[in-house]
C-alpha cells in the first residue's frame, strides 16, 4: 500500500526503491520464474514509463510478460496487467497497431476470467477506444467508448446515482478506496469526450467525497480533485470557480509538501494558463516564473515539462502582442525537446513548431511560416497515418498563410485536403463536426476572396446547418455564419436577403447575456451598411444613429469607434447632399481624432480629405484649398502609412484636380509630378494609369500654352501605351490627336495635320464607318486645312485647301446625320462650316443652298425647345444661346447676297438679324434687373 501511495503522490524514486527491495526478498524466497517475481518487474516498468524512460521500461515489461507467460500459459489476469502496459508504452510512441494488439489481448483474457460485468472489462475497452482514436478511427473508438460507459451506467445506475450499491460492488474488485476513486477519474474522461460536463462534476465530487472520508490526511491527492474539477469548470468557461479551485489546490499542496514539489509546479501552471485565458497577463506571468523557481529548485522527471512551461510564457507573450518575445520562448521550448528527443522526428516536435509558425504568421512573415509549416507536415506525415487530424490541422495552417499571400487557389487546394479528412474521419462527436463547421468555414473564406459569392455562401451555409445542430441558439460561431453569409450576400447585390441573416446576427447579440454593446454596435453598423449599398440612406442614417446612441452612453470614452460612427453619418448626409449637416459630423470626428490621436494619424488624415471633397461637392474649391485639408491628409498619410502607395496616389491626383479646377496649373502639375513619381517607383505594373498621368500633365501644360512641354508628356505617354499596350487604340488615337493640337497652336499646321490624320486612320481601322469619333477627326482635319489656307499666300493653294477641307467636312456631315440624326444643333454647325467653305471659294449658290439647310435645322431647334420648354427660366436659356447661332445663319446668308450683289435679298436677312439681336439684348437687360 505504501509503494502505491508513493506512486500516486508522483514521489517515483522513492517508489522505485521500495519496489526494488520487494523485488530483491522475492528473489530470494521465489524460483526466478514466479510470478510475484514478474509483478515487482511490471511494477518498476510502470515508474519507468511514469518517468517518460519508456525503453527501460519496455524491458521490463518483456521479462515480466515472458515470466508470466511460462508460469500461467496463456490466460490470467496478470498477464492482462501486463499486456495493458505493453499497450500504454506502445501508444506513447504513436505504434497505435501494437499498442490495439496488446490491449484487445488484455480484453480478451478479462473476458475469460472475469464475469461480463466486471470493472476491468470498461477500463480495458476504454484503453481500446483511445488506441482506435489515435489511429482517427473515430467511429470505432466512439463505439467502444460508449459500450464502457454503457458497462459504467449498469454500474452505478447512471440516471439515477445510487454511488453506495456501486461501492459495494467496486470493493469485490478493488484492494480499497483508491482504485475505487481512479476508476471514479477514469469514468470522467469518458464524460468529457461527450462534453457532459456536468455528469463529470458529478462522479469528481463523489471521488472528492471518498477521498475526504477515506483518506482526509492524503491532501496530495484531494488537491489533484480540485485541479481536475477545475478542469471540468473551466471547458464550462467558468473561469472563476475553476480559478478558485485551482488555487485551493495549490494551498493544500504547499501545506503537504513543506519543503516544495514539482507537482506544485504543475497547478501553477494550470493558474498561469487560466489567468492567460481571462486576459490578465502580468499575474499570469507571476504564476509562470514561480513555476520556473520550483523547478529549478525540485527539477522535473520530464523535461519536456520544462519545455510546456516555457511555451506557456509564449502564449502570455504572444495574447500581449510581444511576438518576438514569444518566439524566443517557443524555440527555447523546442531547442529542449529536440535534445530530449535525441533530434528524431518526434510528433510534440510538431506541436510547437506549429506553435512558431503561428506567430509567424501573426507578424505576416509568411515565407518563414510556410518553411515551418512544411517542417511540421514532414514530421506529423512519417509519425501518423494518413489522415490524421493533426495533419488536417497543419493543412489548414497552410491554407491561412496561402491565402493571407493571396494565393487563393494554393490556399483553397489545401483547405479542402484538410476538410476532406475530416469529412473522412465520420465522427460524431459535436466537437468534431464543429471542427467540420470550422473548416467550411475557411473554405468559404477564400472563395469569398476569389469573388465566388454563391459558391461561399453555399459552405457557410453548410457550416451554419452544423453549427445549429450543435451549438445552442445563441452561440457566437451562429453569429459569424451569419455575418459572413450575409457579406458574401451583399457582394452580390443581395441585400435583402442579407438583411435578413444580419438582423438575425442582431437579434442573438440583444439576447446575450451580459449584453456586449460593442458586438451590438458591430451588427447595427453592418445593417447600416446594407441600407447605405442600397442607396436606402434614411433607413442607414437610422441604424448608424441608433449604434452612436449606444456607443455615447455604455463607451464614450471610446473615441476611436466614435469618431468613425461620425464620419460614418457625415458620410450618409453628405450622399444626401445635405452637405451642411455632414460638414457638422465631419467636423465632429476630426475634432475626436485630433484631440485623442497623434496628429499625423492616418483617420484624421481619412476625414480631411473627406472634408475635402465636400467643399468640392459645394463648388468652394477655394475653402478646400486654403484650408489645405487635402495638403494635410496627403501629408499625414505619406507619415504614418509611406508604403501605402496607392492611397498616397489616389490623394495627390485629388489636390492636383482640385488646383486644375482653381487654374492654378503650377500647384496642379507639382501635385501630379509626385504622382507620377511614386507610380513609375513604386507601381510600374499601373503602365495604363502612368500613361493617364502623363498625359494629365500634357494637358495642363496645354492649358498654359506651353506647348512644348505638352507635347513632351504627351509623346512620353504615347511610347508607353504602344510599348505596354499596343492594342489600346481609343487611347493611341487621343493621344495621337493630343500632339496634333499641339502643333495646330503653333502653326506648324503641316504636322498637325499628319498627327491627326494618323489619329483618324487608327479609329477608322478600328471602329464602324459611321462612328461619331470618325467625324469629329473629319472636321478636325477640315479646320487645320482651312488653318493652312490662313497662312498662304497662294490663292490656287487656297482653293485646294478649301476643296480638301469641303471633303472632310462633307464625310463628317454623312456620318452625323446617320449616327445622331437628332442632334439638330451639331448638324447646324456642321452645315454652317460647309456653307463657308462654298463662300469662300464664290460657290455662291451651293452656299446659299447649305445655309438654308442648316437655318431650316436651326429653326426646327427653335420649335422643338419652345415646345419641350414650359419653364421661364428654360426658355430665357433657350433664347439667350440659340438667337447668336441663329442669326449667324442669317449673317452668313446676308454675307452671300451681298456677294452675288442681290443687295435687296441682303438687306432683308440683316434686318432679321438685326431684330433677334436686339430682342436678345433686351431680354438679356430684362433678366439682369430682375436677378438684382
Same mark, same amino acid.
Given at each position: ?33 514466479? /510470478? ?19 525503453? +527501460? ?19 490470467? #489476469? ?68 460508449? %459500450? ?33 476513486? *481512479? ?49 471540468? $469548470? ?19 499542496? !504547499? ?41 529549478? !529548485?525540485?527539477?522535473?522527471?520530464? %523535461? *519536456? ?12 507573450? *504572444? ?15 523546442? &531547442? ?10 518526434? #510528433? ?16 505576416? @512573415? ?18 501518423? /497515418? ?161 449604434? $452612436? ?41 476630426? @475634432? ?5 490621436? #497623434? ?57 492636383? =484636380? ?29 503602365? +495604363? ?5 502623363? =498625359? ?39 493621344? $495621337? ?78 456620318? !452625323? ?35 438654308? &439647310? ?60 438685326? *431684330? ?17
Amino acid at each position: 500500500m505504501k509503494k502505491k501511495l508513493l506512486y500516486i503522490e508522483g514521489k517515483f524514486e522513492e517508489a522505485i526503491n521500495f519496489h526494488e527491495q520487494a523485488l530483491q526478498i522475492r528473489r530470494k524466497y521465489y524460483s526466478s520464474d514466479h /510470478p510475484h517475481i514478474a509483478n515487482s518487474l511490471r511494477n518498476i516498468g510502470d515508474i519507468f514509463h511514469k518517468k517518460d524512460r519508456y525503453d +527501460e521500461a519496455f524491458v521490463y515489461f518483456q521479462e515480466a510478460l515472458t515470466i508470466l507467460e511460462k508460469y500461467y500459459k496463456s490466460f490470467h #489476469p496478470d498477464i492482462a496487467k501486463c499486456m495493458s502496459s505493453i499497450g500504454y508504452y506502445f501508444r506513447e510512441q504513436r505504434n497505435y497497431d501494437k499498442s490495439l494488439e496488446s490491449h484487445q489481448r488484455s480484453l480478451t483474457i478479462y473476458e475469460k476470467c472475469y464475469p461480463t460485468d466486471h470493472v476491468f472489462i470498461p477500463l480495458t475497452l476504454n484503453d481500446i477506444a483511445d488506441s482506435l482514436g489515435g489511429q482517427d478511427k473515430n467511429n470505432e473508438a466512439l463505439n467502444v467508448h460508449c %459500450r464502457a460507459f454503457r458497462m459504467h451506467k449498469k454500474f452505478i445506475q447512471y440516471d439515477h446515482i445510487d454511488m453506495s450499491k456501486y461501492f459495494c460492488t467496486l470493493r469485490s474488485f478493488f484492494s480499497g478506496h483508491i482504485d475505487i476513486i *481512479c476508476l471514479l477519474h477514469n469514468i470522467d474522461v469518458v464524460l468529457n469526450i461527450l462534453e457532459k460536463f456536468d455528469d463529470a462534476m458529478i462522479f469528481h465530487r463523489q471521488a472528492l467525497t471518498m477521498e475526504e472520508e477515506y483518506h482526509p490526511s492524503f491532501q496530495a491527492k484531494i488537491a489533484q480533485t480540485f485541479i481536475w474539477i477545475g478542469h471540468v $469548470l473551466r471547458n464550462q468557461e467558468k473561469y472563476e470557480e475553476a480559478l478558485d479551485h485551482y488555487k485551493q489546490a495549490l494551498v493544500m499542496q !504547499k501545506s503537504y509538501y513543506p519543503l516544495g514539489h514539482v507537482n506544485i509546479a504543475f497547478t501553477l501552471q494550470n493558474i498561469g494558463a487560466i489567468l492567460s485565458e481571462q486576459g490578465k497577463y502580468d499575474e499570469a506571468l507571476k504564476f509562470y516564473q514561480q513555476v520556473t523557481i520550483v523547478v529549478e !529548485k525540485h527539477g522535473l522527471h520530464n %523535461r *519536456c515539462d520544462i519545455a510546456f512551461n516555457l511555451m506557456g510564457f509564449g502564449n502570455i507573450l *504572444c495574447n500581449q502582442e510581444k511576438l518576438d518575445e514569444a518566439i524566443d520562448y517557443y524555440q527555447r521550448a523546442l &531547442q529542449i525537446q529536440k535534445d530530449y528527443y535525441d533530434h528524431s522526428d518526434h #510528433p510534440n516536435l510538431a506541436d510547437t513548431i506549429n506553435n512558431i509558425d503561428n506567430l509567424l504568421c501573426s507578424q505576416k @512573415k509568411y515565407d518563414e511560416a510556410m518553411k515551418f509549416y512544411k517542417e511540421a507536415l514532414r514530421i506529423q506525415e512519417k509519425n501518423y /497515418p494518413n489522415g490524421h487530424i493533426k495533419i488536417a490541422i497543419t493543412l489548414n495552417n497552410i491554407g491561412h498563410v496561402l491565402m493571407n499571400q493571396t494565393k487563393y487557389d494554393e490556399s483553397l487546394d489545401y483547405y479542402q485536403q484538410a476538410y476532406s479528412i475530416l469529412v473522412k474521419l465520420g465522427s460524431y462527436y459535436p466537437l468534431d463536426q464543429l471542427q467540420i463547421a470550422f473548416y467550411r468555414s475557411y473554405i468559404s473564406d477564400v472563395l469569398h476572396l476569389q469573388k465566388k459569392y454563391q459558391e461561399a455562401v453555399e459552405y457557410q451555409q453548410r457550416a451554419l446547418s452544423i453549427r445549429e445542430k450543435c451549438l445552442p441558439s445563441t452561440h457566437k460561431q451562429i453569429i459569424t455564419s451569419c455575418i459572413k453569409i450575409s457579406r458574401s450576400l451583399c457582394s452580390q447585390k443581395k441585400y435583402t436577403d442579407a438583411l435578413e441573416f444580419q438582423q438575425r446576427a442582431l437579434s442573438i447579440e440583444e439576447k446575450i447575456e451580459p449584453i456586449n454593446y460593442m458586438n451590438i454596435v458591430d451588427r447595427l453598423c453592418e445593417i447600416g451598411k446594407n441600407f447605405f449599398d442600397q442607396e436606402k440612406y434614411d433607413e442607414a442614417l437610422e441604424f448608424f444613429q441608433r449604434a $452612436l446612441t449606444i456607443m455615447e452612453t455604455s463607451d464614450p470614452s471610446n473615441h476611436g469607434y466614435n469618431a468613425t460612427l461620425l464620419n460614418s453619418i457625415g458620410e450618409i448626409l453628405k450622399q444626401q447632399q445635405k452637405y451642411d449637416e455632414a460638414l457638422t459630423f465631419k467636423n465632429r470626428a476630426l @475634432k475626436m481624432r485630433e484631440t485623442h490621436f #497623434p496628429s499625423n494619424h492616418q483617420h484624421i488624415a481619412s476625414i480631411l480629405n473627406d472634408i475635402s471633397i465636400i467643399f468640392h461637392e459645394q463648388n468652394k474649391y477655394d475653402e478646400a484649398l486654403d484650408c489645405t485639408f487635402y495638403q494635410r491628409a496627403v501629408e499625414i498619410k505619406e507619415k504614418f502609412d509611406p508604403t501605402d502607395y496607392e492611397g498616397i496616389v489616389i490623394m495627390l491626383i485629388t489636390i492636383s =484636380n482640385e488646383f486644375k479646377h482653381g487654374k492654378k496649373y503650377d500647384d496642379a502639375l507639382h501635385y501630379l509630378d509626385r504622382d507620377l513619381n511614386i507610380r513609375e517607383t513604386h507601381l510600374p505594373s499601373t503602365y +495604363e494609369q502612368i500613361s493617364r498621368h502623363v =498625359n494629365g500633365i500634357g494637358l495642363i501644360h496645354n492649358e498654359q500654352e506651353k506647348y512644348n512641354e505638352a507635347r513632351q508628356y504627351y509623346r512620353r505617354a504615347l511610347d508607353i501605351t504602344v510599348k505596354f499596350n499596343a492594342s489600346a487604340y481609343d487611347d493611341i488615337a487621343v493621344l $495621337l490627336s493630343n500632339i496634333s493640337l499641339t502643333f495646330q497652336r503653333q502653326g506648324d499646321y503641316v504636322k498637325a495635320f499628319d498627327f491627326r490624320n494618323r489619329s483618324l486612320k487608327i479609329r477608322e481601322t478600328h471602329l464602324s464607318s459611321n462612328h461619331l469619333k470618325i467625324a469629329d477627326g473629319l472636321n478636325e482635319l477640315g479646320h487645320i486645312l482651312l488653318a493652312q489656307k490662313n497662312n498662304n499666300a497662294d490663292v490656287l493653294e487656297d482653293q485646294k485647301k478649301y476643296n480638301e477641307a469641303l471633303l472632310y467636312r462633307q464625310r463628317a456631315l454623312t456620318i !452625323k446625320q446617320e449616327y445622331c440624326s437628332s442632334d439638330h444643333d451639331e448638324i447646324a454647325n456642321n452645315l454652317t462650316e460647309i456653307g463657308q467653305l462654298h463662300a469662300n471659294l464664290k460657290e455662291y449658290d451651293k452656299a446659299l443652298e447649305v445655309y438654308q &439647310q442648316a437655318l431650316s435645322t436651326r429653326e426646327q431647334i427653335s420649335q422643338s425647345d419652345q415646345v419641350e420648354n414650359d419653364y421661364i427660366i428654360q426658355y430665357f436659356s433657350f433664347i439667350f444661346y440659340r438667337p447668336t447661332k441663329y442669326t449667324n445663319c442669317l449673317r452668313e446668308i446676308d454675307l452671300v447676297w451681298n456677294s452675288k450683289t442681290d443687295y435687296d435679298r441682303a438687306a432683308e436677312y440683316f434686318e432679321k438679324c438685326l *431684330c433677334i439681336r436686339e430682342a436678345s439684348l433686351s431680354l438679356a437687360g430684362g433678366r439682369k434687373k430682375k436677378s438684382s
